[in-house]
């Protein structure tokens, strides 16, 4: 019943910033947890960011604290993910994710995706 896309990504040099968007449809976007994954060539995905529901508690990936901020505005149905200081090994295709999962970090407990958008940092 939720439909994610996401939007924003592009190729940077490292150093330089990157705003992600996602967009929501469907009427319940606003009681979910809202996530940001991201999958580089030969690897896992993995977690980046997370924030909850009324923007009340937000989680980030070690490798992106201080780095990337995760925002949602629940009136508009859209999620962010402003990324700054970028380096190579950022480049991923990142996903935008949606439910209420007891852990924001594990994947396995998302039932929406988007389908992505890629990502390249360049050295």
């Known amino acids: 019943q939720v439909q994610l896309v996401e939007s924003g990504g592009g190729l940077v040099q490292a150093g330089g910033s990157l705003r992600l968007s996602c967009a929501a449809s469907?009427?319940?976007?606003?009681?979910?947890?809202m996530g940001w994954f991201r999958q580089a060539p030969g690897k896992e995905r993995e977690f980046v960011a997370a924030?909850?529901?009324?923007?009340?508690?937000?989680n980030y990936a070690d490798s992106v604290k201080g780095r990337f901020t995760i925002s949602r505005d629940n009136a508009k149905n859209m999620l962010y993910l402003q990324m700054n200081s970028l380096k190579p090994e950022d480049t991923a295709i990142y996903y935008c994710?949606?439910?209420?999962?007891?852990?924001?970090?594990?994947?396995?407990?998302?039932?929406?995706w988007g389908q992505g958008t890629q990502v390249i940092v360049s050295s």
């Open positions: 994710a949606a439910d209420r999962p007891l852990r924001v970090e594990d994947q396995s407990l998302y039932a929406y």
């Open positions: 924030i909850s529901w009324w923007s009340s508690s937000t």
């Open positions: 469907g009427r319940t976007f606003s009681r979910y947890t």
